[in-house]
């Protein structure tokens, strides 16, 4: 294999990465910091100036995470008599405490990789286990912000055929019946993933909730690429986007899963091992469109503005995507995205799809993410199709590749969107909203010939937007979006929230010329 080594081995639940070696973009780390500083100045600044509008007191300003306590679903769920010895009733709302999380992860990379671990995981919260194939080093430090570490217990009595793959695949596999093994109480849902899987944990206890965890569900999401699909299976769970599965489905699993994996010793990775004793069961995948194996290179922002309309659950492969905001590295921009992920974590990069009818401008907004204003008018049926930033797992740009509808990034360069990304967000508790900042992104500006208003004029982009915990348990729907008059220079107001009676995202007319 001409594997780059540094990414030879860096996906477990799904493997597919091994055999493709990853584009490995390094950021001039100086560079990055310099701007970091700079843009906390900036973000200081102006956060200062929309909160304080009659005086520069900082006591006006909101402290968002005491605020966020009273409107988090997270805390409402914690207020439910959960942890009681109702074991499985239906009952009680699922939460958090009935998540058990399995993650796959190797010696070989742990260093690295528990970074993004600690990203979603809060110690005092969640169950869960890390399993390794190797002991490692562990500081005491770390165990408090980490999940209990284990070693898997060994697999060389499985047979592992596949010609170009690695036996691990065996290993990661039974973590399910592994962790069934460890006979935790309480427990409604095992949910798997890999050490490089993120989890906007609050919407995975969403979609959970949904279902009722005393029937057999395998709950996941397929591959972006259509070719991995078919190689594979559209019925398969991508092991890195994570998946779950209901308790008596994973005990149903635990009690035939060794004898499952030595009836297909031919198979290539650990994910379609679960797969085969699925189909063995008779279960489906149930898919929840959330999970995101994310089986691209290149740039996410095109998936990640245009989200389906549903709950963002997990993110996958961020070594080998590009950082998800420009010139920080990968666990900053983690980092960042966590503030509107605790604020409003329903409404992460939901789209919401609007017009200025007077400088003729389609807005795009990915709540929490990115704000993309485009010279002229396009359709909401363009708009909720992710732009091709990112090139397919087989190394070409063709739209066939894909596993749902795609659109190409424009050619012409009076189309190309000017993007503002997140900066910063905050909680105001006097209005019950949440206002978060986009700033320009400022690329070489490509000239263009349209007698058109030029949006580079805009520097930032203000949101407001009620958090919605409920969002979920309403039928899915787009959030509508309105453009807000305003005086501050090079600033546009957006408001974002739930569509009110009649309000459609109507193309505006033609311009009279
Ligand atoms: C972590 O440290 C503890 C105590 O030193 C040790 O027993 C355990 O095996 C270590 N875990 C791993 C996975 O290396
Ligand atoms: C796993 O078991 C095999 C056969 O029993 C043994 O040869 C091997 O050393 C074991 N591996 C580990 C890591 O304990
Ligand atoms: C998937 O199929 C393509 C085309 O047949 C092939 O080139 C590729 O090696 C396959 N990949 C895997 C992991 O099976
Ligand atoms: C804020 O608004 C949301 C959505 O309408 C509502 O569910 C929530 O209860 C409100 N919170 C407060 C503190 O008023």
């Known amino acids: 294999m001409k594997d780059n080594p540094k990414f030879s081995e860096i996906s477990f639940w799904d493997q597919t990465v091994r055999s493709h070696s990853a584009n490995n973009r390094t950021v001039p780390k100086i560079m990055a910091s310099f701007i970091i500083v700079l843009s906390?100045?900036?973000?200081?600044?102006?956060?200062?100036?929309?909160?304080?509008?009659?005086?520069?007191?900082?006591?006006?300003?909101?402290?968002p995470h005491e605020q966020l306590k009273s409107s988090s679903p997270i805390t409402q769920l914690a207020k439910s008599p959960s942890g009681s010895a109702q074991t499985h009733n239906t009952q009680v709302k699922t939460s958090l405490h009935h998540i058990v999380f399995g993650i796959a992860a190797s010696a070989k990379l742990w260093d690295q990789r528990k970074s993004y671990i600690k990203q979603w995981w809060r110690p005092n919260?969640?169950?869960?286990?890390?399993?390794?194939?190797?002991?490692?080093?562990?500081?005491?430090?770390?165990?408090?912000?980490?999940?209990?570490?284990?070693?898997s217990s060994n697999t060389s009595r499985f047979k592992y055929k596949y010609p170009k793959g690695h036996r691990s695949a065996i290993r990661i596999s039974r973590i399910v019946s592994e962790t069934v093994r460890q006979g935790m109480e309480d427990v409604k849902w095992f949910v798997m993933g890999d050490d490089d899987t993120v989890f906007?944990?609050?919407?995975?206890?969403?979609?959970?909730?949904?279902?009722?965890?005393?029937?057999?569900?395998?709950?996941?999401?397929?591959?972006?690429?259509?070719?991995?699909?078919?190689?594979?299976?559209?019925?398969?769970?991508?092991?890195?986007?994570?998946?779950?599965?209901?308790?008596?489905?994973?005990?149903?699993?635990?009690?035939?899963?060794?004898?499952?994996?030595?009836?297909?010793?031919?198979?290539?990775?650990?994910?379609?091992?679960?797969?085969?004793?699925?189909?063995?069961?008779?279960?489906?995948?149930?898919?929840?469109?959330?999970?995101?194996?994310?089986?691209?290179?290149g740039n996410l922002f095109g998936l990640l503005s245009a989200h389906p309309v549903a709950p963002l659950v997990s993110l996958h492969h961020l070594d080998v995507v590009e950082p998800i905001f420009p010139n920080v590295d990968r666990v900053q921009a983690l980092k960042r995205l966590k503030v509107p992920m605790k604020l409003d974590s329903a409404g992460l990069m939901q789209q919401s799809i609007c017009y200025d009818e007077t400088r003729f401008w389609t807005i795009s907004v990915s709540w929490g993410y990115a704000v993309q204003i485009f010279r002229g008018i396009f359709s909401p049926r363009e708009m909720e199709?992710?732009?091709?930033?990112?090139?397919?797992?087989?190394?070409?740009?063709?739209?066939?590749?894909?596993?749902?509808?795609?659109?190409?990034?424009s050619k012409n360069t009076c189309q190309k969107p000017f993007v503002y990304y997140l900066s910063n967000a905050l909680y105001n508790a006097h209005t019950n909203q949440t206002v978060s900042e986009y700033v320009q992104h400022r690329v070489p500006d490509p000239e263009c010939k349209w007698k058109m208003a030029d949006p580079s004029q805009i520097d930032r982009v203000e949101v407001y937007k009620r958090p919605d915990p409920y969002l979920w348990d309403k039928s899915p729907r787009r959030n509508c979006c309105r453009m807000l008059p305003t005086k501050k220079k090079g600033t546009m107001v957006i408001d974002v929230g739930v569509c009110g009676e009649g309000e459609v995202v109507e193309l505006p007319r033609q311009r009279k010329t």
């Open 40 to 63: 906390l100045t900036y973000i200081f600044y102006t956060l200062n100036f929309i909160f304080s509008p009659h005086s520069s007191c900082d006591q006006d300003l909101p402290k």
């Open 385 to 409: 199709m992710p732009s091709r930033t990112f090139i397919n797992w087989y190394r070409r740009s063709d739209y066939t590749g894909y596993a749902f509808n795609t659109r190409p990034v």
């Open 200 to 297: 906007v944990v609050d919407n995975l206890v969403k979609v959970l909730a949904k279902y009722d965890h005393n029937q057999f569900y395998y709950i996941g999401s397929s591959s972006e690429s259509h070719l991995q699909n078919i190689n594979f299976s559209y019925n398969m769970a991508y092991g890195g986007g994570g998946f779950a599965i209901s308790y008596p489905l994973a005990k149903a699993l635990e009690k035939m899963q060794d004898r499952c994996i030595k009836r297909y010793p031919g198979l290539y990775g650990s994910d379609d091992r679960i797969q085969a004793c699925m189909a063995e069961l008779g279960v489906p995948l149930t898919k929840e469109p959330g999970f995101h194996q994310f089986d691209v290179y």
């Open 125 to 151: 919260e969640m169950r869960g286990i890390v399993w390794l194939d190797k002991p490692v080093s562990n500081d005491t430090d770390e165990d408090n912000s980490l999940p209990p570490l284990k070693i």
